[in-house]
């Protein structure tokens, strides 16, 4: 029954391997994490002040800035 012994092997060989892809990070989490700003207009996700202040200007050019964007060069 050399075969039985190889099966045990190979299942216990997939399931540590499953259990290190489950176990790594998420992508889509760790994206999300990495948004901190939302535009208080359409509510558009951004990572930083500057990139946000671009888009507060390009996009809703015709509404005062926000206080967030206020202070920022």
């Known amino acids: 029954m050399a075969r039985g012994h190889q099966k045990e092997l190979a299942q216990q060989k997939n399931a540590k391997?499953?259990?290190?892809?489950?176990?790594?990070?998420?992508?889509?989490k760790s994206a999300g994490a990495?948004?901190?700003?939302?535009c208080t207009v359409c509510r558009s996700q951004m990572g930083d002040p500057k990139?946000?202040?671009q888009h507060f200007e390009s996009k809703h050019s015709k509404l005062p800035l926000p206080?967030?964007?206020?202070d920022q060069a």
């Not at 990495?34 to 939302?38: D, N, V």
């Not at 206080?67 to 206020?70: A, G, R, S």
């Open 17 to 28: 391997k499953a259990a290190a892809a489950k176990k790594g990070s998420d992508q889509k």
């Open 34 to 38: 990495a948004l901190h700003f939302t």
């Open 51 to 53: 990139t946000y202040k």
């Open 67 to 70: 206080d967030v964007l206020k």
